[in-house]
């Protein structure tokens, strides 16, 4: 592959067009992670289209950030499956973001 994994530059394969992107909130995980590391721990559930994490503080001083994944079937299984997940000595904290959730009760 002359590419990116995600269809970037060009490839011998055709690209690939992934209209379905569901995007999680997560927070409370440790310190010294970073994107990449936190890529590695949701690649457990799907497919990871990008990690962001802030570099604000939530409202209890704690690291936040987003998570979009490809081809969710169903997001509200996935969310509580990657709501009791730890990540080291730290429960993870994952939720639809709201500025979302009116759209998921709607369809």
Avoid: C
């Amino acid at each position: 592959m002359v590419g990116g994994p995600f269809g970037y530059g060009r490839s011998r394969r055709p690209q690939q067009s992934f209209n379905n992107v569901t995007t999680f909130f997560f927070s409370n995980f440790p310190d010294n992670y970073g994107e990449y590391d936190m890529v590695k721990v949701f690649q457990r559930w799907a497919r990871v289209k990008e990690v962001f994490i802030s570099r604000r503080m939530n409202r209890w001083g704690r690291r936040y950030g987003f998570v979009r994944l490809f081809n969710v079937a169903n997001v509200r299984r996935l969310e509580r499956e990657m709501d009791q997940a730890w990540v080291g000595n730290m429960k993870l904290y994952v939720n639809i973001p709201r500025y979302r959730r009116s759209d998921l009760v709607h369809t």
